[in-house]
């Protein structure tokens, strides 16, 4: 009794261990074996490594995702990548903020320090005001500018009288502009959303210049119905205020698959690409086209990721043609 529970033992022992040895090499002879990671299936009949799979979007295996030797300058794999649908806007750049400097007392105008177009700093003199009554307490009156900036408006002239709370000087201060724009309903929302990176803009004289959105308003004008969006465009050359700018504004962030309008194929209201097979084969896919973005469009369906597809056409390209013969026509065309 003994005996058997020995030789029970030890059979127990062998197995285990045949079992272990197998493991370790891929699986038992004519199955799939298990990965010691909690028993997913892995490899094929004799322990083959593990067929290469198709992606979740449907591409195709990572071994097809290769360019063959030679074809890179008219042959590219399609892959997802970014890309902002936008909305053209435009308006003329205002300063950052616009200052009018009041008297404070009335009186007489001394001296008025600076002239239009002037810059001044903060604190320096702007209008010296007198009053024509003796006692300490009616010394001149120094008006100081409370910003750095561009003198634009000047109310006042030497000896004329001016009454206390009247305007005297606007300072508009250009360390930085506004552009101000409508929006629709639709829009507004759209980019109060995406508001953060920077927005590339042009003027009519060619100047290129840069801004942020800083804020989208929360209701529209209701004399409009537009909505309006506020954009800080630094100090930049170029920029000045007054400049009319055009601006494409981020309504919607896309990711997926473009291709260029010059390599489309229409055929009978179709839209179609050149694509290589697995096989290295050339064929025409047909594609479901979405929404065009410059001389792009997004591709709906009919061109997965990892498929090789030809970004050069010579015309001559046909049904079934082989990689080789493919290869030669441009190798007679460069």
Known sequence: MANKKSFGLI??????????????QGGFPGGGGFSPQGGTPRGGAGGAPPAATAGQDGSPPAQAARLPPG???????????????????????????????????????????????????????????????????????????????RVAELALSPGAEARAGAAAVTVLDDSAYLLRVALSDRDAHRVASLAGPDILARSADGARLSGRVLSVSTEPDYATGLFSATIRVAAQDGARIGLAV??????????????????????????????????????????????????????????????????????KEREGMPLEELIAIWAGSS
């Open 11 to 24: 059979a127990i022992i062998l197995a285990a261990g045949i079992g272990a040895l197998y493991g370790q």
């Open 246 to 315: 055009f601006m494409d504004l981020p309504v919607a962030a896309l990711r997926g698959i473009f291709i260029r309008s010059e390599l489309l194929v229409r055929r009978f209201g179709r839209s179609l690409a050149w694509v290589l097979d697995a096989d290295d084969t050339v064929r025409v896919a047909p594609l479901v086209l979405g929404n065009a973005f410059g001389d792009e469009y997004l591709v709906s369906s009919g061109l997965a990721s990892g498929t090789r597809y030809l970004t050069r056409l010579s015309g």
């Open 71 to 149: 074809t890179a300058r008219f042959m590219a794999i399609a892959s997802p990548r970014d890309k902002s649908l936008t909305i053209s806007v435009a308006g003329r750049l205002e300063p950052l903020r616009r200052i009018s400097h009041s008297l404070s007392v009335g009186g007489f105008v001394e001296t008025v320090h600076v002239k239009l177009g002037d810059r001044v700093r903060e604190g320096q003199a702007l209008v010296t005001i007198t009053r024509d009554a003796p006692g300490d307490s009616y010394r001149p009156v120094v008006l100081t500018s409370r910003i750095d900036g």
